[in-house]
């Protein structure tokens, strides 16, 4: 089984466990390395960009690192964030300076005010955002694009989390021309960064009940070189920190990965499958 989870959430943003207690579950559980990625900024919500502080999110991950500074033996703890998309970049570059991390997420969740993986009632109101939701995932694609050229993340969060209301494929078909289009386009702008994608386990926890990126997404990632980063997008208590790591290294396999990414000091190292 794969023994690291780079994304894993706390008592900081969005999670219901502390840094210390995570790190003892993902311990207990007999993970070799964590890295604890709290949103960035948080909260994300309302939303509204107006009622975000950056400031506040940036003193409470270095409280995080003192916290958990040297304390721990046996498993590699990496200092790590979730970076929203916003379309002004250079605001979390500027709030992202100073913060001593291992490793950046880049997440996008929210777009013109829709928040696309907050409800399904949520998602379905991008179509009157945006027109239809084959606008809404153009922009949505495009800002992950952004994202991945910025030079601001190491790897893209859950690359098609915009399936995740999508179980039996009641909103949409993967197997469209535009959907695919729109998903090889992305693909396309991150090889041509050094920017990783993650695979995801969330998603078997959610409607969909599938692992992000879909296999066949995951293998033309492979075919174009772009390297892989693995997380569980841990949240609960009653979740496991490893859920569904075996599942990904399944995926992994089929999609002819040999190997995926840890991150140190924003470096990426590779780690071969078993």
Not at 81 to 100: M, Q, R, S, T, Y
Not at 158 to 183: G, I, M, P, Q, T
Not at 242 to 268: H, M, N, Q, V
Request: charged share 30%; net charge negative; with cysteine.
């Amino acid at each position: 089984m794969i023994r690291w989870n780079l994304h894993a959430h706390t008592v900081v943003s969005d999670g219901e466990l502390t840094a210390g207690e995570l790190v003892r579950r993902a311990s207990e559980e007999g993970l070799d390395g964590l890295a604890i990625t709290d949103h960035f900024p948080y909260p994300c919500y309302p939303i509204t960009w107006s009622e975000v502080d950056w400031a506040s999110s940036q003193k409470a991950l270095a409280k995080q690192e003192d916290e958990l500074s040297g304390r721990y033996s046996g498993l590699a703890v990496l200092a790590g964030v979730e970076v929203e998309f916003i379309d002004e970049l250079d605001l979390p570059a500027k709030w992202l300076h100073g913060l001593n991390l291992d490793f950046v997420l880049g997440g996008v969740h929210l777009l013109d005010r829709w928040a696309l993986d907050w409800s399904e009632e949520e998602f379905l109101r991008g179509r009157g955002i945006f027109g239809s939701l084959e606008r809404a995932f153009e922009r949505y694609f495009e800002a992950v694009v952004k994202l991945a050229e910025s030079g601001l993340v190491d790897s893209i969060a859950h690359l098609d989390v915009v399936k995740k209301y999508n179980a039996d494929e009641k909103h949409f078909s993967e197997k469209s021309e535009w959907y695919r289009e729109l998903v090889m386009n992305c693909l396309r702008g991150i090889a041509k960064t050094d920017v990783a994608m993650e695979v995801s386990t969330a998603g078997l926890r959610r409607p969909v009940g599938a692992i992000y990126p879909s296999q066949w997404i995951l293998r033309e990632a492979r075919d174009r070189g772009i390297r892989v980063t693995v997380g569980t997008d841990y949240h609960k208590k009653g979740e496991k920190v490893t859920a569904g790591l075996d599942s990904a290294d399944e995926a992994l396999r089929a999609a002819g990965y040999e190997s995926y990414l840890i991150f140190e000091k924003r470096r990426p190292i590779s780690v071969r499958l078993g």
